[in-house]
């Protein structure tokens, strides 16, 4: 099947970079990119109209946690000071023998409150499409939820690695309401076996679009001889590797004081540290002044490695915490984008990342529009060693964002000059129009066909509703939603009003 993109901005790859082709074509033959030009006057089987557009590469992100993440609604701004601003410590500490139901890493008996994989897989990945993401990391949910991941992948059409995951120890949650760390060895061999088994499984589903990931959880939860065994069967499977590595300053210093040196470090000496890892966060490395670390080295580590640096902006900013972007580039290090929570928008993240690098480093030439639009595409690609994805070039994977430039019923974009520069400072995900992958068409004109973005929300609302119900039962210090989230503004009842007679 032909598939000609007319019109818009393209943007088009060449020798090793993204180049604007104002009014460009995009010529697609079945799965792959044919051509790149400015005329065409041959057939087409579909014929999509982009003036006004911009014709990009789909996104990729390299980090997402799935689910409605109604758990998250409960730290905006606030949060425990004890658990120095890690997020999912947050909601996953609780009562002696509880578990919250929202927690995806571990298989427990559904209850009235627990959100259904297959709503939770829905609900994730219509955002990501819906936001202009075409292909997405989702790692160390348990087996069952990843089984829905691929199922809804498969019908929704979205190119997905999927790795569900493992561990060596746990923290829980003592009569005291604080916790301690157990070992947790014959699960967590019974975690790595199945997550070994679920690739075999999986690995080249729906016509290659859905792929396996081996994800080891964080580098404090997992001992040496797990990521020992964990490099064997990436190295065996062919598979690439994502760990939470470098993400907090408790993880930072618990390394520090079990092996006597830094996450990073760590990860090279059990052999960990290669072309075909990905770093989740990886924002306290040595060089980070907060670790109080002296002399690190960890950037220069990860850049002679091969290693990526995924990095979710909104996700570690909104917990007081930063990443200096140009710092890591200028390094030498990779840098991938992703979402982590919510909102699932990499166009937002971009701006984020941006504008934050510019603050962090002081100059209006860091963090650049060109700079996160690679991060978010290109970046990607090489965080799961694919050259046949993150750009539009003769023969890569027919995965296309289009994104309108200005929108009927607002002004928000202005006049645009620039289509990348004028993206990453004033678009969102909103402004995605239509998405491509594989060559075939999952969203036109902001609608994914079978689904109903305002029966999600509603659904969605409601088990947020029985969760934040009912938080107590599990939460650690016994709070109600109110006590772990006051509210912005205190409510109040002005009662019924009553006229003069």
Same mark, same amino acid.
């Given at each position: 099947?032909?598939?000609?993109?007319?019109?818009?901005?393209?943007?088009?790859?060449?020798?090793?970079?993204?180049?604007?082709?104002?009014?460009?074509?995009?010529?697609?033959?079945?799965?792959?990119?044919?051509?790149?030009?400015?005329?065409?006057?041959?057939?087409?089987?579909?014929?999509?109209?982009?003036?006004?557009?911009?014709?990009?590469?789909?996104?990729?992100?390299?980090?997402?946690?799935?689910?409605?993440?109604?758990?998250?609604?409960?730290?905006?701004?606030?949060?425990?000071?004890?658990?120095?601003?890690?997020?999912?410590?947050?909601?996953?500490?609780?009562?002696?023998?509880?578990?919250?139901?929202?927690?995806?890493?571990?298989?427990?008996?559904?209850?009235?409150?627990?959100?259904?994989?297959?709503?939770?897989?829905?609900?994730?990945?219509?955002?990501?499409?819906?936001?202009?993401?075409?292909?997405?990391?989702?790692?160390?949910?348990?087996?069952?939820?990843?089984?829905?991941?691929?199922?809804?992948?498969?019908?929704?059409?979205?190119?997905?690695?999927?790795?569900?995951?493992?561990?060596?120890?746990?923290?829980?949650?003592?009569?005291?309401?604080?916790?301690?760390?157990?070992?947790?060895?014959?699960?967590?061999?019974?975690?790595?076996?199945?997550?070994?088994?679920?690739?075999?499984?999986?690995?080249?589903?729906?016509?290659?679009?859905?792929?396996?990931?081996?994800?080891?959880?964080?580098?404090?939860?997992?001992?040496?001889?797990?990521?020992?065994?964990?490099?064997?069967?990436?190295?065996?499977?062919?598979?690439?590797?994502?760990?939470?590595?470098?993400?907090?300053?408790?993880?930072?210093?618990?390394?520090?004081?079990?092996?006597?040196?830094?996450?990073?470090?760590?990860?090279?000496?059990?052999?960990?540290?290669?072309?075909?890892?990905?770093?989740?966060?990886?924002?306290?490395?040595?060089?980070? &002044?907060?670790?109080?670390?002296?002399?690190?080295?960890?950037?220069?580590?990860?850049?002679?490695?091969?290693?990526?640096?995924?990095?979710?902006?909104?996700?570690?900013?909104?917990?007081?915490?930063?990443?200096?972007?140009?710092?890591?580039?200028?390094?030498?290090?990779?840098?991938?984008?992703?979402?982590?929570?919510?909102?699932?928008?990499?166009?937002?993240?971009?701006?984020?990342?941006?504008?934050?690098?510019?603050?962090?480093?002081?100059?209006?030439?860091?963090?650049?529009?060109?700079?996160?639009?690679?991060?978010?595409?290109?970046?990607?690609?090489?965080?799961?060693?694919?050259?046949?994805?993150?750009?539009?070039?003769?023969?890569?994977?027919?995965?296309?964002?289009?994104?309108?430039?200005?929108?009927?019923?607002?002004?928000?974009?202005?006049?645009?000059?620039?289509?990348?520069?004028?993206?990453?400072?004033?678009?969102?995900?909103?402004?995605?129009?239509?998405?491509?992958?594989?060559?075939?068409?999952?969203?036109?004109?902001?609608?994914?066909?079978?689904?109903?973005?305002?029966?999600?929300?509603?659904?969605?609302?409601?088990?947020?509703?029985?969760?934040?119900?009912?938080?107590?039962?599990?939460?650690?210090?016994?709070?109600?939603?109110?006590?772990?989230?006051?509210?912005?503004?205190?409510?109040?009842? &002005?009662?019924?009003?009553?006229?003069?007679?």
């Amino acid at each position: 099947m032909r598939t000609v993109i007319r019109g818009g901005w393209v943007v088009a790859y060449a020798s090793g970079s993204h180049t604007l082709v104002r009014d460009g074509i995009v010529i697609v033959e079945d799965d792959r990119v044919h051509a790149i030009a400015t005329a065409y006057d041959g057939t087409a089987d579909l014929e999509i109209d982009a003036r006004g557009k911009l014709v990009s590469p789909g996104f990729i992100d390299t980090h997402v946690h799935p689910g409605i993440r109604a758990t998250h609604r409960l730290i905006a701004d606030t949060g425990r000071q004890v658990l120095m601003g890690q997020v999912f410590l947050e909601h996953t500490l609780t009562k002696p023998g509880r578990r919250t139901p929202s927690d995806l890493r571990y298989d427990e008996a559904p209850t009235s409150r627990t959100v259904p994989d297959d709503f939770g897989a829905l609900f994730t990945q219509a955002e990501l499409l819906r936001n202009g993401i075409t292909t997405f990391i989702d790692y160390d949910a348990r087996v069952s939820y990843q089984e829905q991941e691929a199922a809804v992948a498969e019908k929704l059409g979205l190119r997905a690695y999927l790795g569900p995951g493992f561990q060596s120890s746990i923290l829980e949650g003592t009569e005291n309401g604080h916790w301690r760390r157990e070992r947790i060895d014959a699960r967590g061999r019974e975690e790595f076996a199945a997550a070994l088994n679920f690739i075999r499984r999986f690995d080249g589903a729906a016509n290659g679009r859905i792929r396996g990931l081996l994800a080891p959880r964080e580098t404090d939860f997992c001992d040496a001889e797990m990521l020992r065994a964990t490099r064997a069967a990436a190295d065996e499977l062919k598979v690439p590797i994502e760990i939470h590595a470098a993400y907090n300053p408790m993880e930072f210093h618990t390394i520090v004081e079990e092996y006597g040196c830094t996450p990073i470090e760590y990860l090279a000496h059990t052999g960990l540290l290669g072309r075909d890892l990905i770093l989740g966060h990886c924002n306290f490395v040595a060089e980070n &002044p907060l670790t109080n670390w002296q002399e690190g080295h960890d950037l220069e580590l990860i850049a002679a490695a091969g290693a990526v640096v995924s990095y979710s902006p909104i996700n570690i900013i909104r917990r007081g915490r930063s990443l200096d972007f140009d710092r890591y580039r200028k390094a030498g290090v990779i840098m991938a984008l992703g979402t982590d929570t919510y909102p699932r928008d990499l166009i937002m993240n971009m701006r984020v990342a941006s504008y934050v690098a510019k603050v962090q480093s002081r100059s209006v030439f860091a963090g650049s529009a060109a700079e996160l639009f690679t991060a978010a595409t290109i970046g990607g690609a090489r965080a799961l060693n694919r050259e046949d994805l993150g750009r539009l070039a003769p023969d890569a994977k027919a995965d296309i964002t289009i994104v309108r430039l200005r929108a009927a019923d607002s002004l928000r974009w202005g006049v645009v000059h620039d289509p990348i520069k004028a993206l990453v400072d004033t678009g969102c995900g909103d402004d995605v129009d239509t998405v491509l992958v594989d060559g075939v068409v999952r969203m036109r004109d902001r609608k994914i066909p079978g689904v109903d973005f305002g029966d999600l929300l509603d659904r969605a609302q409601a088990y947020a509703g029985q969760y934040w119900t009912h938080l107590q039962e599990w939460d650690l210090l016994g709070r109600s939603a109110e006590q772990a989230c006051p509210w912005a503004f205190p409510l109040s009842d &002005p009662g019924p009003v009553v006229e003069a007679v």
